[in-house]
Each structure stands twice: as structure tokens, then as C-alpha cells.
């Protein structure tokens, strides 16, 4: 006998864990950038933004951290991570060279839209990376984002499982 | 075709003898166009008739010879000049001579072999055809009549599911399973993914039907991809320990039977390809090959005897019985 209808019934599945459906999500990572400050004085002036995270993956040491980081920072990160790891990064927000020109009308890098249009670059650049499995393995990126002060002379390695 | 006014030429057509009776099945040509032609099957006789009409009546045609060939051939797109002819049979239908007047041919290919399925594709083409050819010195008169073909199965004897685990080192583990791995076209893929591990943030999920044409042999070897499907089966994010269930009517889809390795020529297959993707547009993708293939048509049971069998499913049995077997007695 040939089926004239056919048999479009869900297979069968175990049914979810209660604690599973309703509890927190593994996937919880959320990163900030905020708090612009302008340091310094005169021609040694830069800016730093706080970084601050907060996750419940295991890949992370600390479940919180909050650094301060500028942009110098966040170029070394994108060459680390283009040069040791497969990952195709993101694109940071301009440079914006022609800002550090002389003779301009308004205040170049210190400019307070400008620091808030590269502010939010940055959230934008370290959101897309800070997700990516395979950056997540990437040490450069955990000292990016817990560690105090970035070590430009450390040793590049793959992190497994904090 | 004659450039002269003098001189005699004449219009070929070929007339099938089961031109009424036959069904016709819609072909894609190969500029995309939908054409009908005359369905055929392995194994099917090809018989009709060939009307040679003269254009100026009362003069003669002279000619070398008449005939009508049946061929199967391959034509690979960047290999025009060679065409691969699996199938060639030949009748003669008159000897060298003259024609006084427009005459009808009897032809029959008994019980021809037609082995693959007729297919158009994006770099090779395989297709049945008769041509009847006016033989002459100069310039032959030549028809073609294209015929499309089908490749029946039956439902295969072994059809397991495919159930895999798959997934990224503590990133996202899934299991997924389809309910067979061989479809016939009409078919409907159930099936489900389940999610055992889910550290991504995932945005939606998709599976898309791929089809790979595949040309060429050694070191030319060249595939073709086509996405046929894209058909979202999840919005939002999943966790763990959830269950999505995937229900894929193929009817609705452009395909042909899977084609390995035809004649040694061509190839075309088909994956089923699950794509998740994440927040930042990341993709996560697991491809896996299913065989599809041509059912043949079935007489259709009598109506109320499909909703007894419907009925079977939902109802309790006593009413199901009931009119199963009240079906039963309308169709004697």
C-alpha cells in the first residue's frame, strides 16, 4: 500500500529541563565602552575609555572587569589578533589624522563628538570580536580586557577553557 | 534551405503516434525559458510518423537518402564541438532517389533504452531528441523533435536517518537529525536540531537546499552551486535543552533526481546545509548530502479512502475503523 498522505509528525524529542528553560542563559557577554577622559596636557594629551565587561562564560577568568584602555590599545589588539588568529577583524573607526593637524577650528581629537563617534566605533569593534569563538581563544584579547595594564612584549598563546 | 528561386526543398515534421495520449512534462531550456515536451521512459517504444511536404508542388526532389535517428547526448557548455552521444539508432526511410510528390514515413524505435533522466544545467545539458534528415549534395533538410525523459525509482529498499552531533569546542554544541536520507521530490523533510550547548548569541537559523552541478574529470574538474532553498526554521535564541523542529515540503522547489557521475560527465547532487547565524552576522553552517529521487505516479485512491487514513491518526480507533471500512465498501 502506497502512502497517499505523507507522515509529517515532529520526531520525537526529550523534553526540556525545566532549569534549562527558565534559568540564565550560557551566553551572557556584555561589553561597554564609556567614560571618556582626557588626559595629560598640551601636545602629550590622549584620551582613555573604560571598558568594562560583564559575562557568565566560562572561556573568561573574571566574570566582571572593568580597564581603561586608548586607542593605541585597541590597534595593537586588532594586529595581534589579524596576525595569530584566523579570525577575518573588523574594521577600528578612523584614525583621523587630519584631526591632529594644527590650525583647526575646533578642538581635533578632543573634540567631544568626535570622542563620542570613536566611542562608539570602539563598542561597535570590540562587541563583533569579544563574541567570536575563535578570538575568545586568542590571549591577547583576555589581557585586552581584564588584565590592568597591556603587556606589548607578551608571549602570543591560545587560552582553553579559564 | 534553397537560396534559389528553382530547384525543390521541402518541410519536415515528425508526428508521434500517441500525440494525443501522451503526457507532456514542463523542461527548462537552456536560456531559462519553460517549454513542454512529450514524456518518455526507459524501456518505452518511440513511434510516428515523418510528413515530408514538398514546398513547390510539381517539381521533384532529389535527394540522398531519408532518415530518422533517435540520440541521447551530453553537451558540456564549454565543449560544444563534442557532443557525447550515450544513445544513437538509426532508421532508413527511403533509399537515394526522387520525390514526385510530399509523402508519410512510418518510423519505431522499439523498447528504446533511455538509461539518464533529461537535464538542463548551468554548464552541461543532456537531452533526447529525433531528428529526420533529407540527404543531398549540397545542403541537407534537417528536423529535430525534443523529447523529455524521467528516471523512476521505487522507494529504496534502506533509508536510515541522518543524526549527527556537531558543533564548536565550548562554544555551541547541536545534534541534528533528518528523518531519511534518500527524498523523493514530492517528499517532506522532518526533522529536528537540538541544541545541547549554546555559549553564542544566535540570532536566527536557516537550511538552505543546495544543488552542486558538477563537470568535468581530473584536474578540470568544476562545480556549479546553486541555492535552491533558504527557508528559516528558527527567530531568536535558542538554549539548552531546546528542541526545533524542521518541516520542509520539497514539492514546492525546483529539482531533479540526484545524477552521479552520468556517463562518466557530469554530476548532480544535492546537500541539505543548516546555517545558524549570530548577532554580529557570524555564520555556523553543517552540510550534509541527501539522494533525491522520481517517484512514479500513482492511481489516486478514492477520497474518502485518504481521509479514513487521515482520520487513523487523530481519532480513536472504533471511529477510524469504521470508516476505513465504509471506504472500503464504496470503492467495490
Redesign the interface.
Known sequence: M?E????????Y??P??LN??Y?P???F?EIDVSNPETVGVGRNRFTTYEIRLKTN???FKLKESRVRRRYSDFEWLRGELERESKVVVPPLPGKALIRQLPFRGDDGIFDDSFIEERRQGLEHFL??VA???LA?NERCLHIFLQEESVDKNYTPSKIR?A | MSFFSFGQSAEIDIVLNDAETRKKAEHKTEDGKKDKYFLFYDGETVSGKVNVTLKNPGKRLEHQGIKIEFIGQIELYYDRGNHHEFVSLVKDLARPGEMAQSQTFDFEFTHVEKPYESYTGQNVKLRYFLRATISRRLNDICKEMDIVVHTLSTYPELNSSIKMEVG?E???HIEF?Y?KSKYHLK??I???I?FL?????IKHMEIDIIKRETTGTGPNVYHENDTIAKYEIMDG?P?????I?I?LFLAGYEMTPTMRDVNKKFSVRYYLNLVLI???E?RYFKQQEITLWRKGD?V??SMS??AA??SQ?FEGSASAEKALSQAKEDDN
Do not use: F
Not at chain 1, 4 to 11: G, H, K, N, V
Not at chain 2, 197 to 201: A, C, D, E, T
Open positions: 502506497a497517499a498522505i505523507a507522515d509529517t509528525r515532529r520526531l524529542t526529550k526540556q529541563n534549562d528553560a534559568g542563559p550560557s551566553n557577554l562564560l566560562p572561556i562587541n563583533k563574541g567570536h569563538p575568545q577553557q | 564548536i565550548d562554544g555551541l537529525e528523518n517528499d517532506v522532518v526533522g529536528k537540538y550547548l549554546v555559549r553564542i548569541k535564541a538554549v539548552r535543552g531546546e528542541s523542529p518541516r549570530d548577532e554580529e557570524r500513482i489516486r485512491k479512502h485518504q487514513i487521515a491518526r
